[in-house]
Every structure is written in C-alpha cells, then in structure tokens.
C-alpha cells in the first residue's frame, strides 16, 4: 500500500467566535491509501485544544502509514485498527480516525459497497444536522438564524459565554424571534462556573433552549452529572466525555454524550461508546470539528444513531476542498456511492509533485508528501 499526505489550510467563511477564542482558519491533512489501483482518503484537522499542530498531525500520520506494511491489504489493516493492533500507545484519537476513514474509503470501493453498509445501516443515512451561530451580535444572529430557517435549516446551535450574560440571553431570545419553529442547542464551551449555570439554566430553559453542551469547565465531570440531575435543560456532555471509559463515567447521569470523531479515534470507536449509552437514559450526539467534507463525512455514515446530529464544520468553510454529503438545505446524508462517497471539488494545481507544494483547490498552499507502506 503506498500513501501519501496533503495540506490544505480551511479559511472560515467568516470567524468562528466561541467562550474561549476565535477561530478563522485551520490546517487539514490528508492521507491517502493507495492499494491495487485505488485509492482511500482520510482526513485530520488541526486543533490548539487538542495540541494538534500542522507538523505534529503530519509526522504522526506518517508513522501511522508507515505501519501499514505490516499487512498485506486495508481489509487486514482495519481489522487489525479495530482491535487496536495498528495504532501505538499515545497515538492521538485524530490521527486514528484520519487512517480508519481512509482504510474504510478503500475497502469500501475495493468491494463496491458504501462504508454505511458494512456498518449495519442498509439505509443511507441522512439526518438534519444542526448549524451553528456564534458569539455575535443579537441582531446578526438574528440575521442568520432567519436565513437558515428560510433555507431549511431546523436545528440551530447557540454558541454563548459571553463575559455578559444578558448578552446571551439576548442573541437567544433574537434566535427565537427569527427562528420560531427551530430547535435551539447552547453551546458554552465550558465557560460557567456551577453557581451561573444553576442560575441561567432555569432562563434558557424558558426560551425553549432543548439542550445545552458543556456548561462547566472541563475536567470535573463529577460536577458536570450533579448539575444533570437538576438542571431543567437537558445536559450534553462534551470536552468531559472523550474516550470510552469518559462516557462509562456519565452513562445515565448526562442527558447526552457529544460524540466527535477525532477525539474518540473514528467511528468503530463511536459505535463502541453509542452501544454503551445505549438504553441508559443518555442519548447521542454526534458532533465535529471544523473541517472539509472529507473529515465529516465518516460520521455521516453513522448519523443514523444519534439523537442530534450536530456536523457543520464544511458548511462553515469559505470554500471545501471536497464534496458529497450536503448540508446546505439542513440535511447530510451519504451518497450510497462505493467508500466515503466523497470526491475533490477540484485538483491541485499543475506542477504539484511529491514533497512539493502546489497551489490547492482553495487558492493556499498544500503540501505533499508521498511514503510507501509495501
């Protein structure tokens, strides 16, 4: 199996503003499978959260590939993924996903089957997915929450902890206003404390808030489930609940799991977490971070378990370098084509050669590395 690596920096349509930063672009890696004349595709983003940088995700996706001469085809070397003999201790869950989609891509158009399939959905799934609004203005995100409705949007999330808490109440109620049928989701990114949360839970939940993500700090999820269990608005674990033993921590005393990709290392791991939570009184959501059509698209394929169903990082993007599941109209779903069922948007620019870089398909740079795995 041959791979090969390629970077493309993601601009944000616009800024993405949370409780703690403000994001406009990010780097997303590629990683390619080549085997028998095919070839599978995977994508890690990068993330300050996560300490994934640029040169980090690239070296440890190198040693990744580089593994997979061990085995004789991807059919071997997902298996081999799925019990945990590929991945090396400490390898982050990012870089696991990234080489599971682009072994699932692979073996999935080698036997001409779309990854949902051989995932136990025989339907392709589509979902609506949430769409998210940031720390603005009322009046912006009034803006635009009538323009995603108007466009077929029913499912809105609120980013809020603003250091003015009116504020959030405010671009709540101005959601609402414009927004009336939608489902309304908050997201504070952790930003309150136990005592702000107890107090503005109880008025969020007056203006029809249906559930709210990661109210408190990370790192105390202890406190996370206490405030579960009295809060009057549902509570969906996020930054608290990373791995699998994370969500044994809170089955049944969250209301939800907010279940990403690139932190619990790809979607044989979500399935092992969703059929934990499984009849617990936790539900599902699944979430992502920003990034292209190709780095969304894995959970896609799994959509159809989940409660919420929260995957907009393409939609966020100033332009995505590939395409396939939608999004635009309010709804994702899989193509049912072989694989992923995603393709590029548009090729790299000519000139682009191996350890090169070359203009990509969104006019920044990419860099491209090419390694063999037989």
Known sequence: MNTTQRTVRLVLAEPLRISRSTMTSRDAVCLTVEHEGLSGHGEAVTSVFYGLDTRTLQR????AAGRLARFAGPETALHALRVGDLATDGTPAAVTAAVEAALLDLVGKRTATAVHRFLGAPVAP????????????????????????????????????DRDEDADLDRVRAVRAAAPAARLLLDPNGAWSAGQARTLLPRFAALGIEAVEQPLAPGDPEALARLAARSPVPVIADEDAVTYADAQRLAGRVHGINVKLAKCGGVHAALRIAALIDGSGTDLMLGCLTASTLGIAPAV???????????????????????????????????GQPGLGV???????????????ADGPDGGRVAQHRGVAS
Do not use: E, N, Y
């Open 60 to 63: 440890l996706l190198a040693q």
């Open 126 to 161: 589509r979902a609506a997915t949430a769409r998210t609004v940031s720390l603005t203005s009322p009046g912006r995100a009034a803006a635009q929450a009538r323009r995603l409705a108007d466009a077929g949007f029913s499912v809105i999330k609120i980013k809020a902890g």
């Open 343 to 357: 393709r590029p948007r548009a090729a790299a620019g000519p000139g682009a050669s191996a350890g090169a870089a």
């Open 301 to 335: 394929h799994i959509a159809d378990r989940a409660r919420w169903v929260d995957l907009d990082g393409h939609l966020l993007l100033a332009h995505d370098p590939w395409t396939g599941i939608g999004g635009a109209d309010g709804f994702v779903g899989t193509t």
